[in-house]
């Protein structure tokens, strides 16, 4: 192709301000927009899925889960659960099935403040919303190319950075604070970066039940006082129950135990890994991972029928050469798509990992494990594609460079997952004859104009200039440029939703491992 | 996550050489092949596929395709083809609706030499391939991180370097030799540097109908006589015979015509473009793409029932902000993919263009947009997904440290497009069992040995290492790995699969202007 041929010299008449003032004249359909409706990728068929149910059920029944609490027996035996000659707990089908039938097919996340309503997310169906999460224990520091111990106080930048990127939709734990060593301290102090630093629904993980209460006492000076926070819950959390392959995890299976009877969401996260914690075969890994998640969904259900769960099965993919968990293959594209067609062939409200590159830098291998991964786990329908925003080098570093970056390319995701309107009208038949004899070109075509804020998404940061021109402004590549747009945002936006006077009583009440000073724009931490 | 959790230090036992040693043994299922079956993404449902067949056969009818030759006129009017009010040639629904039910619905394009059998490809159904091709006019510089005009040496550059690219299953053009004005020499040399480059099937386009006759001769040359080509054709030519909005371009039109007369496979590539050369509605553009490439099937199926024409409905789209082409955005992937899902929906061989980024260099915009472009065209079923290796810049340009990077990136699609096989024993209920029960590791289990060849694509290129390795070894993103491995090709790999004898024969015969002396291992152009 010549330059000549695809770079028509006319222009489409409306320029960037005019269609900013038309868009904030409330005239013009948005692109994209949160919770579009995937479903149109399926890597299994109707018989595979049926086959893996089966497969998942016959574990739950023969194999159980190791290593249950006390506690939990004196629930779940009486209910019909017992236990094998190995000591397991196991599940009769019957019951699986009737606990599948019965189960909350859907929860709501509420945002606060100002994006109340319009920010909340609706798990259900095939919705699909993207959130930033990973729990990464370092920070990438851009000018030295270099990964650095993760703060407290990344944790609430990250949250602020978030806060101003329209397409992470929820907002999570994308660090630890590994300054902060004390339990206690490192979740009051991960809970108060996320309600001080976003108003946008929120997921995290507790270390231990005892940290929940306390937790609930912030919540609700997010939400506006004592009681506020269950009337419109804004905040889900969980965290992995099941050690893989098919044995609890004490700390979280007591957290999802409590979630439970306070009657909330539990948000947890089932994570085997193929070839280490599971099976080296992608279909064994699934069906391991429907078990597994199966047996908290039960769990759940014992404790308080009708309680929301998220189906969130988070199968991981090991590289054999190493033994290494690797998050940005082929492989893990297909088998969480996969597993997400799962949750949806159950319709229970549901979540997946993707976007763990196994880069360690935005680079082109970066660019197509995030493509691939977060595209197809977006298509398969899942509610919540989490760990999208900054994560890289197998879910051990996140970086603010990554996290804009991202954003931008959930944008095209989403315009991928709304697909393409067919109607009499979107065909054009009639447009397409007037251009076709009455040479004209469809850039002057009033339809152009009428549609092209409703029919396109126009990137910021991807490049789409003349090579010239790439080269006139120095052959910057695409994470340069995004140094530049998150460094902006960093030094300019420093929130506290809490507001000066919760603030106050908060820190007499909590050891809050963020001081106010670093939440000031003029603190000079950062510089444009 | 911890790195603990995620880096088991117990190893599977098999080192690389054990398993490059295993796999020669012939022992060892790959886990990739050209040719999967894609399909599994499905962006339009029925009644939409419906609806825009609908409408593009009423296009057909009523608007027409402008400027026909009047040596078309003289074989088609007779046939049943009608002139409109505007001079435009109209096609009857029931005569389109004919010629898609008796179309070819298949064809082989064969490689040559030690490739002949495995190397061929089977273009039916839904099975995925990939090729280059592109015509870039500029060559990027990867030193100076500019674009450059290509040349001719370019082009067999190229191809040598696609010579031993595994994923690339098909060469085409990717470059036009800017150096060499002259048509004739034009075509001839990159016939001949396509030839001498590699064995594998081919594609190209010609710039005019009189290059065909003698570039017969060269096909002949390298199928080993005079008439062995036609026996087992290893080339298919085209370009777009469609000017868009439905307008015929004459010299392309010429072009098919003759193939048609052949009984050679038309591979034409028509290219409207949304919102400048098409609607800029997604499915305005897709009825008209639609329109133009059925009265091109319906032109070769006139002149030749049942002669192979490629279903090749490449739509591409504006950034109505500039009016300029964009081949990276969401539209472009879900659009693409839809009008494959036309192809497969008239169970026609189908290709598409997919990885034309709009990034100017490898970056994380490049991944993001290959990613998503090339691997929901391979996903949706496109027999031939070309414009993969290595273009960039809108296809202004293209790149050999892209091509490397795209040829380990397919293997990654390919992956994904496999899926997931799903039987007793890959669900590994006894496995789960054993591994749960005993707890061992599945990494020491025999399975895992057993299928880590065929279950898993191991990559090269792509970097895994934890992030401590990454900084020791100089913080590299993939672009400057990319470098190396490109060009240890380069200076290694300088085949000419004429033959000495050819060779000399050809050059007496023809204008060849690639100097045999830059076809020599030690002319040193290039240096690792």
């Known amino acids: 192709m010549t330059e000549q041929n695809r770079r028509p010299s006319r222009r489409a008449g409306a320029g960037r301000k005019a269609r900013t003032e038309k868009r904030l004249a409330g005239g013009i359909a948005q692109a994209i927009w949160p919770g579009m409706q995937g479903g149109q990728y399926r890597p299994l ?77 609706y798990c259900n169906g095939n919705r699909v919303y993207f959130s930033n999460s990973g729990s990464a224990v370092t920070t990438f520091d851009s000018d030295n190319k270099r990964y650095r111990a993760s703060t407290m106080l990344d944790m609430y930048d990250f949250t602020r950075l978030v806060d101003r990127l329209d397409n992470i939709h929820m907002c999570g734990d994308t660090v630890v604070g590994t300054d902060v060593p004390n339990d206690y301290e490192h979740d009051m102090s991960m809970v108060y970066a996320l309600l001080a630093g976003t108003e946008k629904p929120l997921c995290l993980s507790f270390r231990s039940r005892g940290n929940i209460g306390p937790a609930m006492e912030l919540f609700d000076f997010a939400s506006g006082g004592e009681g506020a926070f269950l009337k419109k819950p804004s905040v889900i959390f969980g965290g992995c129950p099941i050690v893989s392959p098919l044995r609890f995890g004490r700390e979280n299976l007591e957290v999802m135990i409590d979630a439970a009877r306070l009657g909330l969401v539990s948000d947890i996260a089932v994570a085997p890994q193929s070839g280490a914690t599971a099976p080296a075969t992608l279909a064994g890994t699934l069906a391991q991972v429907v078990a597994e998640t199966l047996s908290c969904l039960a769990i759940v259900n014992l404790i308080r029928p009708g309680c929301p769960v998220t189906f969130a099965t988070w199968p991981f993919i090991t590289d054999l050469r190493t033994g290494s968990f690797s998050g940005g293959s082929g492989e893990q594209a297909v088998l969480a798509a996969a597993a997400i067609q799962m949750g949806n062939y159950y319709d229970l409200p549901n979540s997946v990992g993707a976007g763990m590159t196994d880069a360690k830098i935005p680079d082109a291998q970066y660019g197509y494990e995030k493509g691939l991964t977060i595209g197809l786990a977006a298509l398969s329908g899942a509610n919540r594609v989490c ?82 021109q790439w080269e006139a402004e120095g052959s910057q590549d695409l994470f340069e440029r995004s140094k530049k747009v998150s460094r902006e945002i960093l030094c300019d936006h420093y929130p506290n939703y809490f507001g000066r006077q919760a603030d106050v009583a908060i820190r007499e009440r909590f050891p809050i491992k963020i001081s106010s000073d670093d939440m000031r724009p003029d603190n000079g931490r950062w510089r444009a």
Chains 1, 2 share one sequence.
């Open 45 to 121: 068929s109707d018989t595979d899925m049926k086959r893996i149910h089966d497969g998942a059920l016959e574990i739950l029944v023969t194999t159980g889960i190791g290593e249950p609490l006390p506690e939990l027996l004196d629930i779940v035996l009486p209910l019909g659960c017992s236990m094998n000659e190995y000591g397991r707990l196991c599940f009769p089908k019957v019951m699986i099935e009737d606990i599948i039938a019965g189960a909350a097919r859907e929860y709501t996340v509420y945002a606060r403040g100002s994006r109340q309503g319009q920010g909340d997310i």
């Open 387 to 468: 760990e999208v925003g900054g994560m890289m080098g197998s879910l051990m570093g996140c970086s603010f460079e990554s996290m804009v970056i991202d954003n931008e390319a959930v944008g095209m995701i989403q315009r991928v997952v709304r697909g393409i309107e067919v109607s009499d009208e979107t065909l054009s038949i009639e447009t397409i004859h007037h251009c076709a004899v009455d040479p004209g070109h469809f850039l002057g075509n009033p339809q152009t104009l009428n549609v092209m804020e409703s029919e396109y998404v126009y990137p910021e940061l991807m490049d789409r200039s003349p090579s010239a």
